[in-house]
């Protein structure tokens, strides 16, 4: 199993960018997908998922209405598009990948989920 994730970069608060996560050797179609951040010296945080059983999305309230987690019909890119950062975006960002991970809160666990990128990291000033 491979995730790997891009896009990440240094930009002005207010401005935006996408990230990507390329997703391979996942068997079957059980994972639920998710967005994950951490600051140096901080836990790391879930920030936005999508459930194994459709495609509703789930987002912590610090990103709730400025980023949107999607994925293609093949379920081999994930995509987190944010909008109007903030300097406390900035961190490391990772996608995961999590077995049966129900809807809920729990897909923001970080325990709920088995594979991980490497990150990217996202600046903003």
């Known amino acids: 199993v491979q995730l790997v994730e891009s896009g990440g970069a240094s930009v002005q608060a207010g401005g935006s960018l996408r990230l990507t996560c390329e997703v391979s050797g996942l068997s079957g179609r059980a994972y639920s997908m998710a967005w994950f951040r951490q600051v140096p010296g901080q836990e790391r945080e879930g920030i936005a998922a999508?459930?194994?059983?459709?495609?509703?999305?789930y987002y912590d309230g610090s990103v709730r209405g400025r980023f949107t987690i999607s994925q293609d019909n093949a379920k081999s890119t994930l995509y987190l598009q944010m909008n109007n950062l903030k300097r406390e975006d900035t961190a490391m960002y990772y996608c995961?990948?999590?077995?049966?991970?129900?809807?809920?809160?729990?897909?923001?666990?970080?325990?709920?989920?088995?594979?991980w990128g490497r990150g990217t990291q996202v600046t903003v000033s």
């Open positions: 999508i459930p194994f059983t459709d495609t509703r999305q």
């Open positions: 995961a990948a999590g077995r049966n991970v129900p809807w809920g809160w729990v897909l923001l666990k970080e325990r709920e989920y088995t594979y």
